[in-house]
Structures are given as structure tokens and as C-alpha cells.
């Protein structure tokens, strides 16, 4: 069984391409929406996975956990969390004077957390035991 961030990134993706012959009862934004939404969870449950193995404490304020990252798991890796996660924000809040989310950006996100959840597994994995032990 896939762990959960892993299988919120796989429905996000059957909402961006439905398999063939599937009912398309919802148009393509607000899949693209639905599909946002399940990203953005995955990129949380990854980040609180990943603050648990490292330092536990680091999970009681959402904020914090974006603030130090940097620290943690390096400058990159923490300017593509914020930046994709500020995008999916974006992508879920319902607008009426906006268009809903392309599938074509959403999907350009799924690829970004597909790629920052296996950044921090591995970063997690390899956090020294002394951050594991200081919690």
C-alpha cells in the first residue's frame, strides 16, 4: 500500500487525466481545483512526516515548519516548498471574479511535489540521529 502522500498525488493525478471512457461529470477546473487540493495535503503530510523523523517538536506550528526548513534540509528545497505550496493555496481558494486553475499548471505542480516528496524522504533519512535524539 502506498503511503499517504504518495496516493493524494496519484488521485490528484487521475483528476488531471481521467481514464478513458470515465464520466466527466466535473469540468476540467474544478478537477484542476480538486486535484490542488489533494497536492497541497500531500505536500503537508510530507513536511509533517518529514519534521516527525527529524525534530517532532517542529510539527505543533504550521509556520514554523516553512521558516526552518532551510535550515534542515537546505535553501533550495525550502524556497520550492514555499513556492509550491503558496501556488497551491492560490489554486484552491475559489475566486468568482477568477478563472479556476489550469489542468496544464496543476499538473506542472504535481511534478514539483512528486519531486520535493522524494527530496524530503531522502533528506529525513539522512538527518543526523543527534536532531532525531534532541526532540
Known amino acids: 500500500m502506498k503511503a499517504l502522500p504518495e496516493r493524494l498525488v496519484a488521485d490528484a493525478d487521475r483528476l488531471l487525466l481521467p481514464p478513458a471512457g470515465a464520466a466527466q461529470g466535473l469540468a476540467p477546473g474544478l478537477r484542476a481545483r480538486a486535484a490542488a487540493v489533494l497536492l497541497r495535503m500531500a505536500l503537508e503530510h510530507a513536511l509533517d512526516t518529514y519534521w516527525r523523523q527529524v525534530t517532532p517538536?517542529?510539527?505543533?506550528?504550521?509556520?514554523?515548519?516553512?521558516?526552518?526548513?532551510?535550515?534542515?534540509?537546505?535553501?533550495?528545497?525550502?524556497?520550492?516548498?514555499?513556492?509550491?505550496?503558496?501556488?497551491?493555496?492560490?489554486?484552491?481558494?475559489?475566486?468568482?471574479?477568477?478563472?479556476?486553475?489550469?489542468?496544464?499548471?496543476?499538473?506542472?505542480?504535481?511534478?514539483?511535489?512528486?519531486?520535493?516528496?522524494?527530496?524530503?524522504?531522502?533528506?529525513?533519512?539522512?538527518?543526523?540521529?543527534?536532531?532525531?535524539?534532541q526532540a
Open 57 to 133: 517538536r517542529m510539527t505543533r506550528v504550521g509556520k514554523h515548519r516553512m521558516l526552518c526548513l532551510e535550515w534542515y534540509a537546505g535553501r533550495d528545497t525550502a524556497r520550492r516548498c514555499r513556492t509550491t505550496w503558496a501556488a497551491l493555496s492560490a489554486a484552491c481558494h475559489y475566486r468568482t471574479c477568477e478563472l479556476p486553475p489550469a489542468p496544464s499548471e496543476i499538473r506542472v505542480r504535481l511534478e514539483e511535489v512528486t519531486a520535493l516528496l522524494a527530496v524530503l524522504n531522502t533528506a529525513a533519512a539522512a538527518a543526523p540521529a543527534d536532531s532525531r535524539a
